[in-house]
Each structure stands twice: as structure tokens, then as C-alpha cells.
């Protein structure tokens, strides 16, 4: 009986010991390495352009279960876009992955390690979304958004150029007119906002408009003033500039510059527009 407790003790106490060596064993190590052709610090990179990293891992317990690299824009719910399983005590990984959102966006990398104990180690490298330097393809003038009343030439899709009706899908429509209707008439009120509900509007100045040629122009401008921007803008007067983010998915660039070229009101058959020329795309 005593050789029995004396074992169930032994027993006891390795399991203990073993528990408060796993407690104590510290997390695993993680580097990104900095090599040519690898990302290793916080940056800025294209749309559409491919990056590269190369971690490597160390078990400080036994051996390392995983790394696993989770992908998330302006700090929103995390997705794992990638993940080698291990069994060693020091692992090197290379992982690709290709960039993809909208200019201004943050993409964040979050690269994490565990050890068998359960333990684990993360590193987050985060780059600034920009669009690859060019000029603009679009300079345009005399395009016109009518009132609500004319329900042909409501709205406009700034990438493609083309005048939209009121029964036109939604999502093409980057800048609509935003009059409201009273006593089966509509009242111009001079308001643009969007139909697909991502555009956002902010004012700039005709220093900007007239000098604006290049992607890398209008977007240091949009990244100095985006916190200002809204979803719509009311009192729109002639010589109005507005630098404009679309937000459309699939277009090659989702910025333009408007400059207010004429704003006509008739007295009675709702026949207001607002005139404008545009740069962007």
C-alpha cells in the first residue's frame, strides 16, 4: 500500500513538474527577415502588385505546430490567407500574396507562430494601398447631371464616362443628383451624393484641379484631406472643385477631380443641371 502511494505521489509530482514546465516555457521566436526582394517593415505597394516575406520561426518549448499569416484592411476582422503546418524546432517560411483593395486602403499582415504548448508569437507588417504612377486617362469637359425630374441623365459613372438614367443600376452610379420630390415637382436642391452609396466628396481648390495630371497627385491629396470627405455635398456653385474616391470594385483607379463649370436653374420645368469637366481614371 505504501509502495502504491509512494508511486501515485511520483507520479503526481512529473505531472506537476511537467505542467509548470510547459507554464513557463517561453513563446516561440519570429523574425521576418530583411532580404532583397522580401518585405520585412511597414510600406506602400501597388494595387494589383505581388509582395513577398520570409520568416523564420523557433520553438522555445519542444517543436513549432504552425505558421500562419492572417490578412486584414483598416484594422477589420482578420481572415488566414496562408499556413504551413510543422513539426521541427526552427522553420523558415516564404509566403506571396498579391495586393488588392483601393487606394488609401492599409492592408495589415499578421504573421503568427505556435509551439506544441499551445504558445504563440506575432509579428504585423502593414502596407499603405497606392496605384502604380501615371497619368491620368481621363480630362474631360461638359458633362451634365440633370435633375431628378429628367430621369434620363440623373447620374453619371465618372470611369466610363456615361450618363445614367433614373432606373439604372445602382452601381455604376458614382455621382447622382439627390433633389427631392414635393407636390409631384422636384425641387433642385443643388446635392450630389451617389447611388451605389461608397463615393465620398471633398473640397479642393482650382490650384489643384488645374495642376492635377498624375494618380500619385490625386491620391496624396486624398490621403492629406480623406478625413474631411463626405457622402454627399448640398450648395454646389459654380467654380466648386471636388476630389471624388469612388470606392467601385473593379476599376483601375477610383479617383477623379470635378470642377463646377455651370449651375442652371429654370424657373419651371425642372429642366436644372450642373456642369462639370473631370480629371481621374
Not at 13 to 29: D, H, M, N, R, Y
Not at 73 to 83: C, I, L, T, Y
Not at 108 to 131: C, E, P, Q, W, Y
Not at 251 to 277: C, G, K, M, Q, R
Request: charged share 20%; net charge negative.
Amino acid at each position: 500500500m505504501r509502495l502504491i502511494q509512494t508511486l501515485i505521489l511520483l507520479l503526481s509530482g512529473i505531472a506537476f513538474f511537467s505542467c509548470k514546465t510547459q507554464e513557463s516555457a517561453l513563446a516561440p521566436a519570429l523574425l521576418i527577415q530583411a532580404e532583397t526582394g522580401y518585405i520585412s517593415r511597414d510600406t506602400a505597394g501597388s494595387i494589383d502588385s505581388t509582395i513577398r516575406f520570409k520568416v523564420t520561426a523557433t520553438s522555445n518549448h519542444n517543436i513549432l505546430k504552425n505558421i500562419t499569416l492572417f490578412l486584414s484592411a483598416n484594422r477589420g476582422a482578420s481572415v488566414e490567407v496562408d499556413k504551413t503546418i510543422l513539426n521541427v524546432k526552427t522553420a523558415t517560411w516564404e509566403t506571396s500574396q498579391k495586393l488588392e483593395g483601393f487606394v488609401g486602403d492599409t492592408l495589415h499582415f499578421m504573421f503568427s507562430a505556435i509551439d506544441d504548448n499551445g504558445k504563440s508569437t506575432s509579428i504585423t507588417i502593414n502596407v499603405n494601398l497606392r496605384s502604380v504612377l501615371r497619368d491620368l486617362k481621363i480630362d474631360t469637359s461638359g458633362q451634365r447631371i440633370y435633375n431628378r425630374y429628367d430621369t434620363t441623365r440623373v447620374a453619371f459613372n465618372l470611369n466610363t464616362g456615361g450618363i445614367l438614367s433614373f432606373t439604372d443600376i445602382s452601381s455604376g452610379k458614382d455621382i447622382m443628383d439627390l433633389s427631392s420630390y414635393a407636390d409631384s415637382q422636384v425641387v433642385f436642391n443643388k446635392t450630389w451624393g451617389s447611388g451605389h452609396g461608397t463615393s465620398q466628396f471633398v473640397q479642393v481648390d482650382a490650384a489643384f484641379f488645374s495642376g492635377a495630371s498624375q494618380t500619385k497627385t490625386l491620391e496624396d491629396e486624398w490621403l492629406r484631406l480623406s478625413t474631411l470627405a463626405t457622402p454627399a455635398i448640398s450648395n454646389i456653385a459654380n467654380g466648386d472643385y471636388y476630389l471624388i474616391k469612388t470606392r467601385q470594385k473593379n476599376v483601375p483607379f477610383d479617383l477623379y477631380v470635378i470642377h463646377i463649370t455651370d449651375v442652371v436653374e429654370t424657373p419651371n420645368d425642372n429642366a436644372d443641371y450642373i456642369e462639370f469637366s473631370y480629371k481621374g481614371g
